[in-house]
């Protein structure tokens, strides 16, 4: 902690909050492995994980949270597993948003939400409405998301502007792409999650990421709670972020 600031809520430093946290959810099939159940009940347990973080984030004052709950290549898994995932995706949704209008939570989407299923993508559209005015958090769920098919969409958008003579293509900038990206209008993650103590980023956000603290916990994410969330926020405020720069 800087020796300008004060202490915040538990012990945190309020001026140097992580804006954006990402976090890639994982190990919901070896926590339930573990205890010799199906995997489904895993992604169950996972699923009020989810609840657990989103109102911890919120009380700690993070302005956007993205949750990897599904990837592009989770597509290949088995059906039924696919199914139980969407249909605890569907629950989500509906049993949130009140809570989400109660604490003043934004949602919204990233990946290829056309590919979720009618039903999903319905209440999806339904909950995104609701909660489109809110601002006291953004909570940015990747569906059915792809970093590299993010990137390749960027690069279809931008291509065609240059094409009809929109633009130039000098005027081409980090920043511009930013702006094409999904998460366009977002600050970039300042800090990156992974559960099940996994050392890859399995295709999340590449673009987004190329500064962002990373830290990997080996907790699963079913155990994954509110007091280690702290204890990653609290360890994210004593790194020093250089940037390329000198100390
Ligand atoms: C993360 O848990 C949830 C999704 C990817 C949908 P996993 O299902 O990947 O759990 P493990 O990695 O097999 O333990
Ligand atoms: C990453 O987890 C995707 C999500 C958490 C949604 P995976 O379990 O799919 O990643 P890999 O297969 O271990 O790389
Ligand atoms: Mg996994």
């Given at each position: 902690m800087n020796s300008r600031s004060l202490p915040g809520l538990y012990g945190l430093d309020s001026l140097n909050l992580p804006k954006h946290i990402a976090i890639i959810m994982d190990g919901n099939g070896r926590w339930a492995e573990k205890r010799l159940m199906n995997r489904i009940k895993g992604h169950e347990a996972g699923s009020g994980a989810v609840r657990t973080i989103v109102r911890a984030c919120r009380e700690i004052g993070i302005s956007v949270l993205t949750l990897y709950a599904f990837s592009t290549e989770n597509w290949q898994r088995p059906k039924i597993e696919i199914s139980a995932l969407m249909v605890l995706l569907n629950k989500f949704l509906e049993s949130e948003k009140n809570e989400m209008m109660e604490n003043d939570i934004r949602l919204n989407a990233i990946g290829?939400?056309?590919?979720?299923p009618e039903n999903v993508r319905k209440t999806l559209n339904r909950t995104m409405d609701l909660t489109g005015?809110?601002?006291?958090m953004l909570l940015n769920l990747a569906l059915s998301y792809g970093g590299r098919t993010e990137i390749v969409d960027m690069v279809k958008i931008i291509s065609q502007k240059v094409k009809d003579s929109k633009i130039d293509p000098d005027l081409i900038t980090d920043e511009f792409v930013a702006d094409h990206?999904?998460?366009?209008g977002m600050p970039y993650p300042d800090l990156l999650i992974r559960t099940s103590?996994?050392?890859?980023?399995?295709?999340?956000?590449l673009w987004q990421i190329a500064y962002s603290e990373i830290f990997i916990t080996d907790t699963l994410w079913p155990d994954f709670g509110k007091e280690e969330l702290i204890k990653i926020i609290y360890d994210f405020q004593n790194r020093e972020r250089r940037f390329g720069n000198v100390g």
């Open positions: 290829q939400v056309d590919k979720l005015k809110n601002k006291g990206l999904y998460t366009a103590g996994e050392m890859r980023i399995s295709n999340f956000l």
